[in-house]
C-alpha cells in the first residue's frame, strides 16, 4: 500500500520525493528553532527531553500530514478510487486538487469539503502515535537515565504522554490538515510548480514555503502545549 500511495502521489506531482526530503529535513529544523526561540540558549540543556521529544514528534506528525493530503491521481485505471470516498461519495485526497483521482472529473464544492473532513480520524490516530514515538520514546530514556545514574534530576516533570498524544491529534487533524491542503493544493501548484522547469529555483522556492509552513506549525504547537500546561519545569 505504501509503495502505491507513493506512485499515486508521484503521478499527481512529479516532484514528490523531491519535497517529501525537503518536508522532514525542514521539520527538524524549524522544530528546533522553534524550541530555541521558545525556551532561550540557557534552557535547551535543562529541557532537553522535550527539544527531542518535539523534534522526534514534529518529523513523524509533519510528514504524515504531508502524505495523507497531498494530491493524487489513478496509477492502475481506476481500481484505487473507490479507497478515497466518504459517505460513498468519492473525494480527491486533496481538497483543492483539480480532478478526482481519474485526472478527468472534477470534484463537486461537496466533494472539496468532504475531502478536508475525511483526513481527520487517519491523522488523529496519526498524532497519537507522533506522540507515542516522540514522547514515549523520550520517557524512556529519562527513566533509563534515572536509573542508571540515580545523582542525576531531571528540570522537567514527567509528561503525560496520554494527554500529549491526544493534543497531537487534534492539532494535526484540524490545524496541520489544513495548513498541507492549503500548502499542497494552493500555494505550491499555482506559484512554486511553476517554475518547476527551473530546478534550483524550484527547490529553493519549495523550501522557502515549507520553511515557513514548517516553522508556524511549530510555533503554534508549542504555544498550545505550554498554554495547556502539558509541558512544565519543576519548581
Given at each position: 500500500p505504501i509503495?502505491?500511495?507513493y506512485r499515486q502521489r508521484v503521478a499527481a506531482d512529479s516532484s514528490f520525493a523531491k519535497k517529501s526530503a525537503i518536508e522532514v529535513l525542514v521539520a527538524a529544523g524549524t522544530q528546533l528553532?522553534?524550541?530555541w526561540n521558545r525556551r532561550g540558549t540557557e534552557q535547551m540543556i535543562p529541557q532537553l527531553d522535550f527539544v527531542v521529544a518535539g523534534i522526534l514528534t514534529a518529523i513523524a506528525g509533519k510528514?504524515?500530514?504531508?502524505?495523507?493530503?497531498a494530491p493524487t491521481l489513478d496509477d492502475q485505471g481506476g481500481e484505487s478510487e473507490s479507497k478515497y470516498q466518504i459517505f460513498g461519495v468519492p473525494i480527491p485526497t486533496n481538497s483543492f486538487q483539480k480532478t478526482l483521482m481519474d485526472g478527468i472529473t472534477r470534484p463537486s464544492l461537496t466533494q472539496r469539503c468532504l475531502s478536508l473532513i475525511a483526513p481527520i480520524p487517519s491523522l488523529f490516530q496519526a498524532g497519537l502515535i507522533a506522540s507515542a514515538i516522540g514522547y514515549g520514546s523520550v520517557d524512556c530514556l529519562i527513566r533509563l537515565r534515572s536509573w542508571l545514574i540515580p545523582s542525576y534530576e531531571a528540570a522537567t516533570q514527567n509528561v503525560n504522554v496520554l494527554y500529549v498524544g491526544i493534543y497531537t491529534g487534534v492539532f494535526m487533524a484540524v490545524v496541520s490538515n489544513l495548513r498541507y491542503q492549503l500548502l499542497q493544493g494552493v500555494v505550491e501548484p499555482n506559484f512554486v510548480d511553476?517554475?518547476?522547469h527551473i530546478p534550483w529555483l524550484h527547490s529553493l522556492l519549495t523550501a522557502f514555503v515549507r520553511l515557513g509552513n514548517g516553522f508556524l506549525a511549530s510555533v503554534l504547537a508549542i504555544m498550545g502545549m505550554r498554554k495547556l500546561?502539558?509541558?512544565?519545569?519543576?519548581?
Amino acid at each position: 500500500p505504501i509503495v502505491r500511495g507513493y506512485r499515486q502521489r508521484v503521478a499527481a506531482d512529479s516532484s514528490f520525493a523531491k519535497k517529501s526530503a525537503i518536508e522532514v529535513l525542514v521539520a527538524a529544523g524549524t522544530q528546533l528553532s522553534a524550541e530555541w526561540n521558545r525556551r532561550g540558549t540557557e534552557q535547551m540543556i535543562p529541557q532537553l527531553d522535550f527539544v527531542v521529544a518535539g523534534i522526534l514528534t514534529a518529523i513523524a506528525g509533519k510528514y504524515y500530514s504531508m502524505w495523507r493530503v497531498a494530491p493524487t491521481l489513478d496509477d492502475q485505471g481506476g481500481e484505487s478510487e473507490s479507497k478515497y470516498q466518504i459517505f460513498g461519495v468519492p473525494i480527491p485526497t486533496n481538497s483543492f486538487q483539480k480532478t478526482l483521482m481519474d485526472g478527468i472529473t472534477r470534484p463537486s464544492l461537496t466533494q472539496r469539503c468532504l475531502s478536508l473532513i475525511a483526513p481527520i480520524p487517519s491523522l488523529f490516530q496519526a498524532g497519537l502515535i507522533a506522540s507515542a514515538i516522540g514522547y514515549g520514546s523520550v520517557d524512556c530514556l529519562i527513566r533509563l537515565r534515572s536509573w542508571l545514574i540515580p545523582s542525576y534530576e531531571a528540570a522537567t516533570q514527567n509528561v503525560n504522554v496520554l494527554y500529549v498524544g491526544i493534543y497531537t491529534g487534534v492539532f494535526m487533524a484540524v490545524v496541520s490538515n489544513l495548513r498541507y491542503q492549503l500548502l499542497q493544493g494552493v500555494v505550491e501548484p499555482n506559484f512554486v510548480d511553476r517554475v518547476r522547469h527551473i530546478p534550483w529555483l524550484h527547490s529553493l522556492l519549495t523550501a522557502f514555503v515549507r520553511l515557513g509552513n514548517g516553522f508556524l506549525a511549530s510555533v503554534l504547537a508549542i504555544m498550545g502545549m505550554r498554554k495547556l500546561g502539558l509541558q512544565k519545569l519543576k519548581s
